[in-house]
């Protein structure tokens, strides 16, 4: 079956623009959530959606924001960019419930120039 | 804010050689789970213990778990050079969603 998809895989980005980053989960995952990777932070949890509801939501500010559609794909936008958003953006989903392990794509690497 | 470190930052092992990586962890989890990843691509999920486990066995992995002194360990046994990559720690404590909080990595050499 196909894995997480997204799209696209590389961004270039100027400072004060915004973006908008896609995810398409495991069919049949209805839990997305998003990480941003960076060398100076690792991984951070950015949020999560289930059922197009936002369950949780990780230290970042306004900007950085997220919804989810009736077929489980997620958006992510980020507005205002800023130079230390440069990052990989990584996107897993899970099935329902604790325990199961997360399914990750191969992320989007933007740069802000 | 990261829940742990992985010790150590880097390891440089010769195939053949078994590595052996550590995680520490600050709250109470649910599981802790490991993961690898290759050249800043995406993450493989490798194996998943949960709190009221100790130890877990996959083909090469075993991973324990020692929930009084916040740890964990991944080893990894009669390694590869394919074995080369980035590992991760992840623990899952929030029984609300889907929430990983990493540490901060090993990256592991093995030299052919």
């Known amino acids: 079956k196909a894995g997480v998809t997204q799209t696209p895989r590389y961004l270039i980005k100027t400072r004060g623009q915004q973006v908008t980053l896609s995810c398409s989960p495991i069919s049949g995952h209805r839990s997305v959530s998003w990480y941003q990777q960076t060398p100076g932070q690792g991984l951070q949890f950015l949020f999560e959606?289930?059922?197009?509801?936002?369950?949780n939501k990780g230290n970042f500010p306004g900007r950085f924001s997220g919804r989810q559609f009736s077929n489980s794909r997620s958006e992510m936008n980020v507005s205002t960019l800023e130079l230390g958003d440069s990052a990989l953006y990584l996107c897993?989903?899970?099935?329902?419930?604790?325990?199961?392990?997360?399914?990750f794509g191969s992320g989007t690497r933007l740069t802000v120039v | 804010s990261q829940q742990g470190e992985e010790d150590p930052q880097a390891l440089s092992i010769q195939e053949g050689e078994n590595a052996t990586m550590n995680c520490s962890y600050k709250?109470?989890?649910?599981?802790l789970q490991w993961y690898r990843q290759n050249s800043g691509r995406g993450l493989v999920h490798l194996i998943l213990?949960?709190?009221?486990?100790r130890e877990k066995h996959s083909g090469r992995l075993r991973v324990t778990l020692d929930t009084s002194k916040k740890s964990s360990s991944l080893l990894i046994t009669a390694s590869r050079a394919a074995d080369t990559a980035s590992y991760f720690c992840?623990?899952?404590?929030?029984?609300?969603?889907?929430?990983?909080?990493f540490g901060g990595g090993t990256r592991l050499m093995v030299k052919p």
């Open positions: 992840a623990t899952d404590r929030n029984n609300a969603g889907n929430m990983l909080t």
């Open positions: 709250t109470s989890i649910n599981n």
């Open positions: 213990i949960r709190s009221n486990e």
């Open positions: 897993a989903s899970s099935l329902a419930g604790q325990g199961n392990g997360y399914t």
């Open positions: 959606y289930f059922s197009e509801t936002q369950r």
